[in-house]
């Protein structure tokens, strides 16, 4: 099963047309301290590329909680990654207060924020801001076509609010489409 099939199947709860590049991956899970992480989230993991990039860096200790709605997305990440360290979990990102114990270290997501409403957006952020620990990072990736956008424009203002730092990253060409990361900071 593709991300292409399930974006066909479902475009509004898979958001993209094709799996990001190793590429994105590395730069949004560059820099956000995952390699010092006890704990870390993924939203939205799809097919697993960020999941792969976050195992890559992730100490043998450390835990690793993906939260992913489309069951079949959720289903197949689970039978494809015999690591430890990974707990995938089917549900919404808005109810990740329930899926982990304890402040997480970073949370990496993949989530497609510009074809949510705006109330879905914000109660997700207010899921993340609810269990990152003090000084923990927040990563997300933006397609460069769609950056100003109304609601891209409003995501980002959003970020800028709700996080004490808020940096972009340079384009990532090779993506398809190519994409900018934001990296959110919480005060330590």
Known sequence: ???TTEFLR?????????ASSRRLAHAMTEGIGIERARLVVELGPGTGVFTDAILAR??????LV???????????LSAARHDERLTVV???????PAAVSGPVD???SGLPWTVMSRERRGHILDAVSGVLAPGGRFTT?????AA??????????????????????PVVWPNLPPAFVHRATRRP
């Open 58 to 63: 992730l100490a043998p200790e450390a835990r």
């Open 66 to 76: 993906a939260v992913e709605l489309n069951p079949v997305l959720a289903a197949q």
């Open 148 to 169: 100003w956008t109304p609601p891209a424009r409003d995501f980002t203002a959003e970020l800028a609010y709700r996080f004490d730092r808020l940096e972009r990253s």
């Open 106 to 108: 970073a949370v990496v």
């Open 90 to 96: 089917r549900g919404s990102a808005a109810e990740l």
């Open 10 to 18: 479902r475009p509004l709860m898979t958001g993209a047309v094709a």
């Open 141 to 145: 990736f933006a397609y460069l076509h």
């Open 1 to 3: 099963m593709s991300i």
